[in-house]
């Protein structure tokens, strides 16, 4: 079934910060979704997830910040048998230890507050939270922004697999080109609250036609990136 959002929109202190904007995703699609700092794309990416849970599907989320998705006055231990809950699964134990073993978090203490971890473990504990079960969309928010590239670059060959294994729709929010280019077959391209342009990413990298796309495929370096 096809995902649809439509009219989505923000006004934040009067001032709208995503205008009417409609989204569509296929089932086990990738999408990126890019543009310039304060372009709107987190707000997009909350709004969808808002719209896509009204309508009773199941979104797993991994924030810009691990802040927004751990409470730090709860262990880790909590987050987890919280999330594993909410997807109706028993305890997640076999999917803990796969898991956290390909992101290397396994030597990390579950009692601990989010505080006792570093942030890029934090951000790899979010993603693996994010994989539990088998979600109609996972919304990645800059999910790679804490990790060292080789790191970055194992987590998101994880996240390849998992979503090629459920076949689970994926839109990945990165000001990054160069991540984006490897991992998604379509971008979306925002710019001042507003999508501007949406196409396959070769053609956006390749033949962008909004400034915004030309700024962002100008970068010719993303190809170097190992991630
Ligand atoms: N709570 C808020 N109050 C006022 N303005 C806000 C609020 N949240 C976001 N904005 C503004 O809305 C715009 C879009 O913000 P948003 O966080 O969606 O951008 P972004 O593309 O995700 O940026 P970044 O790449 O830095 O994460 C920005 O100009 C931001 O300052
Ligand atoms: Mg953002």
């Not at 802040?67 to 076999?94: C, I, N, T, V």
């Not at 073993?101 to 890029?120: F, M, Q, T, V």
């Amino acid at each position: 079934m096809t995902l649809s959002a439509i009219g989505l929109s923000a006004m934040r202190s009067g001032r709208i910060i995503l205008h009417p904007t409609s989204v569509e995703i296929e089932p086990g699609a990738r999408i990126g979704l890019v543009g310039a700092s304060g372009s709107g794309k987190s707000t997009l990416g909350h709004a969808l997830i808002d719209a896509l849970k009204a309508q009773g599907l199941q979104v797993a989320h991994v924030p810009q910040s691990p802040d927004e998705a751990l409470d730090p006055l709860r262990s880790l231990a909590f987050h987890w048998h919280e999330a594993a809950q909410a997807r109706g699964l028993a305890d997640g134990a076999a999917h803990q230890r796969a898991i956290f073993s390909a992101l290397k978090i396994d030597g990390g203490d579950l009692r601990k507050r989010p505080w006792g971890w570093s942030r890029g473990m934090q951000q790899r504990f979010v993603i693996a939270m994010a994989l539990m079960g088998t979600p109609d969309l996972i919304v990645l928010d800059e999910p790679t922004s804490a990790l060292d590239p080789v790191i970055a670059a194992a987590t998101m060959n994880l996240l390849d697999r998992h979503l090629e294994r459920t076949n689970t729709a994926m839109v990945l929010i990165t000001h990054d080109l160069g991540l984006a280019a490897r991992r998604v077959s379509h971008l979306m391209v925002m710019a001042a609250g507003r999508l501007v342009e949406e196409a396959e990413t070769g053609k956006i990298l390749n033949n962008p036609q909004t400034s915004e796309a030309k700024r962002l495929a100008a970068h010719r370096n993303w190809m170097e990136v190992p991630c």
